[in-house]
Nanobody, 124 residues
Framework: QVQLVESGGGLVQPGGSLRLSCAAS????????VGWFRQAPGKEREGVSC????????LYAGSVKGRFTMSRDIAKNTVFLEMNGLKPEDTAVYYC?????????????????WGQGVQVTVSS
């Protein structure tokens, strides 16, 4: 059974850090592009970061560039999103998802498998 499970969310003060994990089961995550997306209440889902299957490409949304870092651990079949310098506007439910293709995209339309999401709240 194909499954993606996010973890690592929570409540953090502005300027703080969190590390999200996306663990895959039932398939080899390294063969897919993987994206992180987020959706705040009343807003559309937006792409945060993605990594291509070959790791030749990592993209970041302009709003998180320089603060967020995406990485893979092939042995653990897991991808991570290290989030530093968190701001209240980063508050959202964060999802990981997979798509096929050589290069990844921050448009969620092409992503096939999705995790259940994890809440990130940045507030003092």
């Amino acid at each position: 059974q194909v499954q993606l499970v996010e973890s690592g969310g929570g409540l953090v003060q502005p300027g703080g850090s969190l590390r999200l994990s996306c663990a895959a089961s039932g398939f080899t995550l390294d063969y897919y592009n993987v994206g992180w997306f987020r959706q705040a209440p009343g807003k559309e889902r937006e792409g945060v970061s993605c990594v291509s299957s070959s790791d030749e490409q990592i993209l970041y949304a302009g709003s998180v560039k320089g603060r967020f870092t995406m990485s893979r651990d092939i042995a653990k079949n897991t991808v991570f999103l290290e989030m530093n310098g968190l701001k209240p506007e980063d508050t959202a439910v964060y999802y990981c998802a997979t798509e096929r293709g050589r290069l990844c995209e921050l448009d969620h339309a092409g992503y096939e498998y999705w995790g259940q999401g994890v809440q990130v709240t940045v507030s003092s």
